[in-house]
């Protein structure tokens, strides 16, 4: 079954490596010491866990220290996939004096969410800055959880010496729903968080489809790859089967207003709908559970699967961008089984979804358009794991 893998547009992509980059924007996808006095700079960081009072902001037109805190929106999926979303902060002296024995506090508002961080330096020199990095906020993984649509919050910054406010400014957070995919070139990965391979649901649904496979192979085994190329098609096939005998339909994303609600592999069965996706989602699900190694697959306005048909086969990074083709990925593209996700809600065949999918890819090929393709494996790897179920 040659359409199923890459090799009939092998020597299309390698043609391609002179031609522009795709457009590759993933918005298209969805939403000292100068006098030798000053002693060295000690830092020392400690959690407390206390009543959080109302910060009253520091409003003096020139304030003796100055703080620049780079973060994103807050989210529980980032937060499982181990992404902080304080990346920096940068503390500057804009006295003439030392700034010694300072205190940088550093909350969130309403307290559900966070424990006060704290972070003590000795001194800052005038005119010096500080950069601070990987701020381990205590976060509380729970309440985070819990959050189904977007919430406003505060991101309190306070600096203090000796128990003397020198800065405060209260800033404005987002805390977005746990089930949201949060998408950009840096942390797509967290997609394949997603992934749930052992929840009950994908059990029994594998259970239900060994019945399928014996039918069709006089074998009830889901042996990953120990019984060849040939064996890991019939698998999927089974899979694809037993999911058709589910009855699934297409439904348009659930409302959300800031990014894209993905459905979990639970969802998607007790309900028998979901988005692309979401369907996505859920083969990389089986596909896992049985023991073989699923992609995701995103392009402008749509997103799909692969399977891997050879064990250790990736690509060097978790997410590739399919922009300039090296030989290296033509020659791993060979081994990459490529799915159209929503055939199955229109009663497509197995062989039907790879179709679909080839000419998915085989469009965005020809209009330069952007291919991310997300390995499971590769992620789990870095320790992004399943999202509790």
């Known amino acids: 079954m040659n359409f199923l893998k890459f090799g009939a547009i092998c020597s299309l992509l390698f043609a391609m490596q002179t031609n522009a980059v795709f457009a590759a924007n993933l918005d298209d996808i969805f939403g000292g010491d100068d006098n030798g006095k000053i002693k060295p700079t000690i830092i020392k960081r400690r959690t407390i866990v206390q009543p959080q009072k109302v910060v009253q902001e520091t409003t003096n037109s020139i304030q003796q220290v100055d703080v620049d805190i780079k973060y994103g929106d807050l989210n529980y999926v ?54 601070i990095k990987n701020i381990d906020l205590p976060l509380k993984h729970k309440a985070l959880y819990e959050v189904n649509e977007k919430m406003k919050a505060f991101l309190v910054v306070q600096v203090k010496s000796n128990n003397n406010l020198l800065y405060a400014k209260t800033n404005p957070l987002s805390v977005l729903p746990y089930n949201i995919a949060v998408l950009d070139k840096r942390i797509n990965k967290t997609l394949s968080a997603f992934v749930q391979p052992n929840s009950r649901e994908i059990k ?6 060994r019945s399928v496979l014996f039918e069709k192979t006089n074998t009830d085994s889901f042996p990953g790859y120990q019984a060849g190329e040939e064996r890991v098609f019939e698998m999927i096939e089974a899979l694809h089967q037993t999911m058709q005998e589910q009855n699934i339909t297409y439904i348009n994303p659930p409302a959300s207003f800031y990014g894209q609600k993905i459905r979990s592999p639970k969802n998607v069965i007790d309900n028998s709908q979901g988005t692309c996706i979401d369907l996505a989602v859920l083969y990389a699900s089986l596909w896992e559970g049985v023991g073989l190694n699923p992609v995701l697959v995103l392009i402008p306005g749509h997103a799909f699967m692969g399977c891997w048909d050879v064990d250790r086969t990736h690509f060097p990074e978790t997410v590739t961008v399919l922009n300039k083709i090296s030989k290296n990925q033509i020659h791993l593209l060979k081994n990459l089984k490529i799915f159209n996700s929503t055939d199955v809600t229109s009663g497509g065949s197995c062989i039907d979804a790879a179709k679909t999918g080839f000419k998915y890819l085989e469009n965005c090929i020809l209009e330069k358009k952007a291919i991310y393709i997300i390995d499971v494996k590769k992620a789990r790897d870095e320790g992004i794991t399943p999202l509790p179920y």
């Not at 961080?117 to 001194?123: D, K, R």
């Open 78 to 131: 980032l937060v499982h996939c181990g992404e902080a979303f304080i990346k920096e902060i940068k503390i500057t002296n804009n006295s003439d004096s030392v700034c010694q024995n300072l205190s940088l506090e550093i909350s969130i508002r309403p307290e559900t969410f966070s424990s006060v961080w704290i972070e003590t330096i000795s001194n800052i020199a005038p005119g010096e800055t500080k950069i």
């Open 204 to 209: 029994q649904f594998i259970k239900q489809a």
